[in-house]
């Protein structure tokens, strides 16, 4: 379809539940209060790594208004999405501090917390795992029992007696004998730390057991009900139709709310207190804390170039702190093998990625999936490599970039239909107006004003990271005012998703966007069925499911048509809300009349109620070879890039940015206001993370600014002066109207941009994030690189 013919996709029409946000009637599991409920609060270790020697709860217990305490002892369950190593409550050994040891249940918040007071536990403190490399030593284990935990085999790799919970590689050609032949072989080491996810709305569960059978019923602020369902019912060895798991609206995720967190917990307590509804709502400090961060990396990373600019040969190790549990780790280090390549067309690749245990916070999904780390070390490296070669690191990249006709690292050939990062390159390049690294006598005809100013670019790919039998589903009806209800399992938790189905359903029934309501809560018992709502895959496969539900729409109304106007199905057709005959235009019905059926003059009635379903799985999908990393993992690519115009306060090291341009090959904008609003937010916290964020920890492992007190995300007037989001639509040809998801690409290579930037300003390489003040001031005072 021609995109000047669309009536609603590539327009900018409000949120869908904007209005009831604003005037406070959006409800979310913070402000839900059900008849009897009881709440709870935890216990948290305060050690990284220790033996429980006793736990004495019996004062607790006998706090008047306490209904239950429980301990490892009463939860001896493990949960987890890929690898099921993760207690719902420690027994017997602590493996992070702020671990769960204990937990309660009482008729208000003030006697929960009084009664976790009352609990005395003895441990025995042991020395822990902190870092990477202690990690790869394996002198301690930080799950002893890993040769026995369930996994999701031939997907992920755990290593015996050790602490590497996953070890996925890609090969491809032969590394060593390209290195050998290379020109010029750069080596680097670069590092990022752990990072908090800060959503508004911090994690909040709650559980109402039935008292007569293994039923439970859920509300969670959540990403992914249906996988909480799945989860809990292989845990708690039940039916996963005895769990319903509802979730209304959230205040922010950014993939810290997928998979399971606290609403196994929620519903033990609930058990124990005979059915009693239980809510647990995390604080701000047990939300940097108790629950999941993004992970730490390390990557070392070697690269073998011709003299003319071209790759010849790379090889990277990814190493990931992923803490004390890797559930959910071990897929964020495995996109690390098909995709830590970049953008590029490489002939021989050695990549390895290991995720690893440690005696910290556990991680999990975080927005850009791993691609943000990753991209720090690979992009940052196109810069240094570009360095050593005296080239344009532009030129660099034009040079190996993909193209239709080439290869990915594992294999996978691009088309037209995959998108082009060159364009988004190009794109941005001439956005803040690049030409070339300044030179020596540039950067110092600027020093006696106190500022340098400092240019930048950088890359980014995508692809969902999901397993290869991924599939939504979307149900509509229609009322007999030929209003439609779209039912959709994926949860829209700020980015937008119900309003772009809703305009998807609105263009392809020719309908007023006004008679399209998608229904907002999701309920396992109700909604159909999706994954997770997570991967930036809900534009391309709930798009197709909803274009699916409301094709099978229309064919039911034809047909029923078809018998009114007594003619063949395929002389019909739809527009403006009406069935007519291509020919006899006076032939013609409204849905309303046909959306419960059609009424003859006479009383006679034929057809029923029109409901459409459709539905769509991510097919042509392989797992990886397990020693070549080979295989077609990629359901869609959403390439992109990033152009920066800096400053650089030279006594304070304080970086001030004029110009952030950002393109994305997105293939058909669904609503430009909002695709806008997600580049700007998603820049805005790449920003964070390349400037201001990171966790830090003792060396005893215990973290040091869980709060925002002393861990600093972005604020209003870290705002760039200018943000410019472009968007390039090369369809792809299987997508909704063209369309490609770009949710959390936005924040991919923020952090990289802005080191190669400082590069251009300062002539300095920058290997460690985050690029704070104090950073940059200490390595301009040195006058070296921060290696």
């Known amino acids: 379809m021609d995109k000047k013919q669309f009536k609603y996709i590539g327009k900018s029409p409000d949120r869908s539940e904007a209005l009831d946000k604003v005037v406070g009637r959006a409800t979310y599991v913070h402000d839900m209060e059900l008849p009897g409920m009881l709440y709870a609060k935890a216990l948290h270790s305060p050690y990284a790594r220790a033996k429980i020697v006793s736990i004495d709860v019996s004062a607790a217990s006998a706090l008047p208004g306490v209904k239950a305490v429980l301990t490892g002892e009463d939860a001896q369950y493990l949960v987890g999405l ?26 208000d918040e003030k006697t929960a917390e009084e009664a976790i007071s009352l609990i005395k536990i003895e441990y025995e403190k042991l020395p822990s795992v902190q870092t990477i490399d202690e990690a790869l030593e394996a002198k301690i284990l930080v799950h002893e029992d890993i040769n026995d935990l369930e996994y999701m085999e031939g997907v992920f790799f755990p290593q015996k007696d ?19 032949v290379s020109d010029l072989i750069v080596e680097s080491e670069l590092s990022l730390p752990a990072a908090a996810h800060t959503p508004i709305e911090t994690h909040v569960a709650i559980a109402e057991a039935d008292l007569y059978s293994d039923k439970l019923k859920i509300w969670s602020s959540a990403q992914s009900p249906f996988a909480i369902r799945q989860l809990m ?26 998979g399971i967190h606290l609403e196994p917990l929620v519903a033990l307590l609930s058990r124990a207190c005979k059915g009693r509804p239980v809510k647990y709502k995390a604080t701000r400090e047990e939300e940097f804390n108790q629950l999941p961060s993004r992970a730490g990396m390390r990557g070392r990373i070697k690269t073998g170039v011709m003299k003319d600019g071209k790759i010849n040969a790379l090889k990277i190790y990814y190493d990931w702190d992923s803490g004390a549990y890797a559930d959910y780790g071990v897929n964020v280090g495995k996109t690390a093998i098909y995709s830590g390549a970049g953008a590029y067309e490489i002939p021989n690749v050695e990549l390895h990625s290991r995720t690893l245990y440690t005696n910290k916070v556990f991680s999990t999904a975080y927005r ?5 780390e990753t991209h720090w070390v690979l992009e ?17 990249r ?83 005012d030929g209003n439609v209800k779209v039912m959709i399992g994926a949860i829209d938790m700020g980015q937008g998703a119900n309003t772009a189905m809703r305009q998807i359903t609105a263009e392809v029934l020719d309908i007023p966007l006004e008679k399209v309501e998608v229904v907002w809560e999701s309920d396992t018992h109700k909604s159909p069925y999706d994954w997770q709502t997570v991967a930036s895959k809900f534009t391309f496969m709930g798009g197709n499911a909803v274009i699916k539900a409301a094709e099978d729409m229309i064919r039911q109304m034809k047909e029923v048509a078809a018998q009114v106007f007594r003619c063949d199905v395929d002389k019909l057709a739809h527009k403006d809300g009406h069935i007519y005959h291509v020919h006899h235009l006076q032939q013609k019905l409204p849905y309303g009349k046909l959306a419960r059926g059609y009424s003859y003059e006479n009383g006679n009635a034929i057809g029923g109620i029109i409901v459409g379903h459709g539905s769509y799985i991510a097919d042509g999908l392989t797992n990886l070879d397990k020693e070549t990393g080979q295989g077609l993992p990629a359901l869609v690519w959403t390439y992109g890039a990033h152009g920066v ?72 007037k870290d705002i760039p002066d200018q943000m410019i989001p472009i968007f390039i639509e090369n369809p792809q040809f299987d997508g909704p109207f063209g369309a490609r998801g770009v949710a959390e690409h936005p924040m991919i290579s923020v952090p990289s941009v802005i080191g190669n930037a400082l590069y251009d300003a300062l002539g300095i390489n920058f290997y460690k994030l985050p690029l704070n003040a104090e950073n940059v001031a200490l390595a301009i005072a040195a006058g070296q690189e921060t290696n």
Not at 83 to 88: A, C, G, V
Not at 233 to 246: L, P, T
Not at 422 to 432: F, G, N, P, R, T
Request: aromatic share 8%; charged share 25%; hydrophobic share 40%.
């Open 368 to 372: 850009g999936f791993g691609h943000l």
């Open 380 to 396: 940052r490296q196109m810069d240094i490599v570009a360095q050593k070669l005296g080239m344009d690191p532009y030129e660099f």
């Open 162 to 180: 050790s602490n590497i919970a996953s070890w996925n590689k890609t090969i491809k050609g032969d590394v060593e004998k390209a290195f050998e």
């Open 398 to 480: 034009m040079i190996n970039i993909l193209k239709p006709g080439k290869t990915t690292i594992s294999g996978e050939v691009i088309t037209e239909s995959t998108g082009s990062p060159s364009d988004c390159l190009k794109a941005v390049a001439d956005e803040i107006g690049w030409t070339r690294y300044q030179t020596e006598e540039e950067r110092e005809a600027q020093r006696k004003t106190g500022k340098i100013r400092g240019k930048g670019i950088a890359v980014l790919q995508k692809a969902p990271a999901m397993p290869t039998n991924t599939a939504t589903a979307a149900i509509m009806q229609m009322d007999g």
């Open 82 to 107: 890929y690898m099921i190593d993760k207690r719902i409550i420690a027994k017997d050994i602590i493996r992070y501090q702020g671990e769960v040891v204990a937990a309660v249940a009482a008729v």
């Open 233 to 258: 019912a292989k845990s708690f060895g039940i039916a996963e139709s005895s769990i319903q798991v509802i979730v209304p609206y959230v205040g922010g995720a950014f993939g810290g709310k997928a």
């Open 645 to 716: 115009d800096l400053e650089v306060d030279i006594e304070t090291g304080d970086v001030h940015i004029f110009k952030i341009a950002s393109a994305f090959d997105v293939g058909q904008v669904i609503n430009r206001k909002l695709i806008e609003g997600q580049v700007i937010g998603g820049v805005l916290q790449g920003i964070g993370s390349a400037i201001y964020e990171g966790m830090k920890f003792s060396p005893e492992g215990v973290l040091l600014n869980p709060s925002f007190t002393d861990y600093k995300i972005p604020t209003a």
